[in-house]
């Protein structure tokens, strides 16, 4: 009897499976009929554009703002694959940031600027990253930077806007022009201090000790803009594998893969009047034994 039970059980089942597949397949028949009278992302944004560039209807700035935020959103989900296209996603990330963004002559050179700052994008007629430069305001040359060709070039967009927002953060202090000049310069020269400390401590070979008794800990350097980061403690919670339910070594490649531990970020605030570094203070001195010693120049109306 149970056996005869679960048999018609069994076949119910199979009917009503069945008849989920077909209902599925009815549904999607009825949405591939459809799909012919459907616009793409592509035209459906062109569309929103056109309506906010429309003169026959005033549109009141809520309506507008409503209007920008959609074609912020279908322009976020448009593949990028081509110049027009990367065009538009840089120019809709960068309003979104509140910078300013221009399209050279030659329409494949963008430029994406602050009053402190400025990126130039060089794109070829596909819409592939050829190069990236930052232009800093009060530095004569530019330099090109992989990390954000790199981003692009792989459609991070996240990682992309993430590292404009890094370098607005450097200028984002309280001063004149003149004075936010200087803020790179001095952020730069702190990094080249701290990176010359990290290159003393490099003897110790144990991840533990770089850790926890050096003195600047595991050191990261500034990746376009993305700040310089320095790890200076690892729990051991951290290296708890829940898989394996064991406990993983301390190594660096981890620490700096996985993001574990404690860290600070090398940054600028605004602060009361604070004298900042305008050049290295550090440099390296070997004893008779041949140690190497760092010394620390004083702040000097030169180097400030």
């Excluded at 397949?25 to 062109?46: D, I």
């Excluded at 050179?109 to 190069?131: C, N, R």
């Excluded at 010359?196 to 003897?203: C, D, I, P, S, V």
Aim: charge should be neutral; hydrophobic fraction near 35%; aromatic fraction near 6%.
């Amino acid at each position: 009897m149970n056996k005869l039970t679960n048999g018609t059980n069994t076949g119910q089942l199979a009917i009503m499976d069945k008849s989920k597949d077909w209902q599925l397949e009815l549904l999607m028949e009825k949405l591939r009929s459809k799909s012919s009278q459907f616009k793409s992302l592509t035209e459906m944004a062109k569309t929103v554009r056109m309506a906010m560039l429309e003169k026959r209807y005033a549109l009141d700035s809520v309506e507008k703002s409503q209007h920008q935020k959609c074609l912020d959103t279908l322009q976020h989900s448009i593949k990028v694959t081509s110049l027009q296209s990367m065009v538009e996603r840089l120019e809709s990330l960068t309003r979104q940031l509140g910078l300013k963004f221009v399209q050279g002559p030659s329409g494949v050179e963008l430029f994406i600027s602050s009053d402190m700052f400025y990126l130039e994008i060089i794109l070829d007629q596909t819409g592939a990253v050829l190069d990236v430069k930052v232009h800093h305001e009060g530095k004569i040359e530019q330099q090109s930077c992989q990390e954000l060709v790199s981003c692009l070039s792989k459609g991070d967009f996240a990682d992309f806007t993430a590292q404009l927002e890094g370098f607005a953060s450097i200028y984002q202090l309280n001063a004149e022009k003149k004075v936010k000049c200087k803020a790179f310069t001095a952020l730069q020269s702190l990094e080249a201090d701290l990176s010359t400390l990290a290159q003393l401590q490099m003897f110790m070979k144990e991840p533990f000790n770089l850790l926890h008794k050096s003195p600047v800990g595991i050191l990261e350097k500034r990746r376009g803009g993305h700040p310089m980061k320095l790890t200076y403690f690892v729990s051991p919670y951290d290296l708890i594998n829940t898989e394996k339910c064991e406990l993983e070594p301390i190594t660096i490649e981890a620490v700096i893969s996985k993001s574990l531990g404690y860290s600070v970020t090398v940054c600028m605030e605004g602060s009361a009047g604070q004298k900042l570094q305008t050049s290295t203070l550090i440099t390296v001195n070997k004893n008779h034994n041949g140690k190497s010693t760092p010394s620390y120049a004083s702040l000097t109306n030169q180097n400030t």
